[in-house]
């Protein structure tokens, strides 16, 4: 998704020549019909695993040119190579068409599926550039990667097509959207008048993310809302993407639009925690244009809901009609809860009949750790109906967090996730665990960078005289500061809370230079910046129940690029446990 402080560049008009007869036709909308149609219903189910295959390559590509796939660099154009050598090997009309205007002049990747009108098209489009800081493989190989996937599975179908499907991967959206302008002003008027439809698809993978929809209410988004209404997901409009990626410019040419995303650097409001999981207050993808967008940045469950939808709305909008298979899905309530040795917890599975008739689903789970056992009650049932979940844990069950997979099994094989944490009995030891958490005592049991943690009047404690001033010096630097923190086990509430303050030099407003990181272990639990300048301390708190009855480390890393300072104080940090 590219920076708002991007403008879209000029482009000028080519012609690119598309399988279609001349005819004189404005851009018209899909007819508003029932969705989804029959048809969908009975579409593939697009194998999450084949998808990270290709984020796999694409972080290859990135690691062996230079760490990132800019528009314009080897690992762009490594980048063309290798979707186009995938897809001309499943029977594709492929097309590399030249963006001449783009600042980084690059080829735009267009492939059709050589069946259906020609002037009856629905299109699918993902930019494939990122940007210099990093591989770039939520943003937007994520996307990327669901249309290739999703591209290969057409073709190995196979099946009657009613439309002609195209896709399309863009060259410089991170720029300004501009392979897909120019691509948009190379159409002539018959041409745009023929696609019925374009759908986008940019980070679809965010870890921290939400299930939003371009148009959500429309009629071109109604089988991508389908699908996921199918789910229980009730995703929302995609406000942060407005204007942002490349259906922007399909829709000033008047063109219908829609597509998925699961959010970039914007907050995830309490409401959407939830409803969807995750973090409240925190960017739904914590790693938005950095260094650490990489395969580890991948939120594999919308991944899979993604490329599934993609295919759900592929069935519906351009497959030929016929008899449905028979079909559900399976879906678990709460997605996560805790359990202590010795107790059990439950939740509902609830199926659903997505095509076809009603059948008999029986119910599993994997991934169970060693002292865990899940039953249902009942064991099976017919789609559309539910079970209730129980999961129990002796008394010597192994602590931690833990991903179970619930499978419900029928004519097909239809799975659902769910997060269990295992803590350990007997009453909870209350209290503030965090060692020198006001910085008076000297720096143990701190670990720090020299000079962190200080008394400097230049930037005042909170209280005391003591915090801990990370960055600040006005060129490129790193400065870390953590601590390891064992959190007991049995109690209900870990709340982790620290004030900071953060003013900068830096005078944009738009972007974020400076970056201070807070994580718990590997997972980050959100990052600040220049763009989060304020007067005085503010205070930040986050709950850590998921990491009861384990040793962590807490640690806070700030990042100052070359020039114009930014401060990032912290003090009086604690974790209260009751």
């Known amino acids: ?64 040119n230079g760490g990132n796939r800019r528009a314009g660099s080897a690992g762009y154009t490594a980048s063309v190579a290798y979707v186009k050598s995938k897809l001309q090997a499943a029977g594709y009309t492929v097309t590399e068409q030249t963006c001449t205007s783009c600042t980084y002049q690059g080829n735009n990747v267009i492939a059709e599926w050589p069946q259906g009108p020609t002037t009856d098209v629905v299109m699918f489009g993902a930019h494939l550039d990122g940007v210099a800081a990093g591989p770039g493989i939520n943003d937007n190989g994520s996307g990327s990667s669901v249309l290739l996937e999703n591209a290969l599975v057409l073709a190995q179908q196979n099946p009657t097509m009613s439309k002609r499907v195209r896709f399309a991967w863009w060259n410089g959206e991170e720029q300004g959207l501009q392979g897909s302008k120019f691509y948009v002003n190379s159409l002539t008027t018959a041409q745009k008048g023929y696609i019925k439809g374009y759908y986008n698809f940019d980070m679809v993978a965010s870890t921290n993310g939400g299930y939003f929809i371009n148009r959500v209410t429309s009629t071109t988004a109604a089988p991508l809302k389908a699908y996921w209404d199918s789910l229980g997901l009730s995703p ?51 790693c938005y244009h950095s260094s650490c967008d990489t395969t580890s940045n991948i939120n594999a469950t919308g991944l899979n809901r993604s490329a599934d939808g993609v295919a759900y709305a592929i069935w519906d909008l351009a497959v030929g009609g016929g008899t449905p298979t028979n079909d559900f899905s399976v879906a678990v309530s709460p997605t996560s809860g805790g359990v202590t040795r010795g107790g059990s917890t439950t939740a509902t599975v609830s199926t ?72 350990g009995t007997g009453s909870c030891t209350g209290g503030q665990v965090i060692g020198n958490g006001s910085f008076e005592s000297g720096t143990t049991p701190w670990t720090a960078t020299t000079g962190v943690i200080t008394n400097s009047s230049s930037q005042p404690a909170r209280t005391g005289s003591y915090k801990a001033w990370l960055n600040g010096n006005g060129s490129t630097s790193t400065d870390t500061l953590s601590q390891s923190v064992t959190v007991p086990a049995g109690c209900s509430s870990y709340a982790l809370a620290f004030y900071l303050h953060i003013d900068t030099t830096e005078r944009t407003t738009t972007v974020a230079y400076d970056k201070l990181v807070v994580q718990v272990g590997s997972t980050t639990l959100a990052t600040y910046s220049n763009l989060n300048k304020a007067t005085g301390y503010t205070l930040r708190s986050f709950d ?7 040793t962590v480390t807490l640690k806070f890393t700030g990042t100052e690029d070359s020039s114009l300072q930014t401060s990032f104080v912290i003090d009086d940090v604690t974790l209260q446990v009751s």
């Open 236 to 286: 929302e409009e995609n406000t942060e993407g407005q204007g942002r990626s490349d259906d922007y410019s399909f829709q000033q040419a008047g063109i219908p639009t829609s597509g998925y995303a699961m959010g970039a650097s914007a907050r995830k409001t309490s409401a959407q925690a939830s409803k969807w999981g995750g973090t409240a207050n925190a960017a739904y993808d914590p």
């Open 352 to 423: 659903a009949t997505t095509s076809g008739s009603a059948q008999t689903v029986a119910l599993s789970a994997s991934g169970a750790p060693s002292g865990v056992s899940v039953s249902f009650s009942p064991s099976s049932v017919t789609s559309g109906g539910s079970a209730t979940m129980t999961v129990s844990a002796s008394s010597s069950a192994s602590l931690g967090t833990f991903t179970l997979t619930v499978t419900g099994t029928g004519s097909a094989t239809r799975t659902a996730s769910y997060t269990v944490t295992v803590t």
């Open 544 to 550: 850590l129940g998921a990491y009861a009855g384990q």
């Open 1 to 64: 998704m590219k920076r708002r402080t991007l403008a879209i560049a000029a482009v000028t008009a080519v012609t690119l020549a598309l399988a279609a007869p001349p005819a004189s036709a404005a851009p018209t909308a899909r007819p508003a019909t029932a969705a989804p149609a029959v048809a969908a219903l009975a579409a593939p189910d697009v194998q999450v695993a084949n998808v990270q295959a290709h984020l796999a390559q694409f972080q290859s590509i990135a690691t062996s």
